[in-house]
């Protein structure tokens, strides 16, 4: 069984990073890395994307940084659990 440990300095899997992205009621965004310890958040898009590039280049040295980021903007609805 495979368990969460700091990914620093680890190369990903692929060539890319995937970042759930979610809009906050109140304004701005936060991005969060699937399988990754990497968050951030801005108040535009645009401002988001380079926050995400920050925080990668951050976590990874040059040698080891994906070359691709995806954002998937994701929309949160509440539903009942119960049929």
Sequence with gaps: MRTDKSKAGKKPRGEEIIF??????EGGFEARALGFSIFTEAESISELKQAIRDAVECHFSAKLRPPTLLIGL????AFSSSS
Excluded: D, N
């Excluded at 994701?74 to 609805?77: L, Y």
């Design 20 to 25: 759930l992205v979610e809009e906050f009621s």
């Design 74 to 77: 994701c929309r949160p609805a």
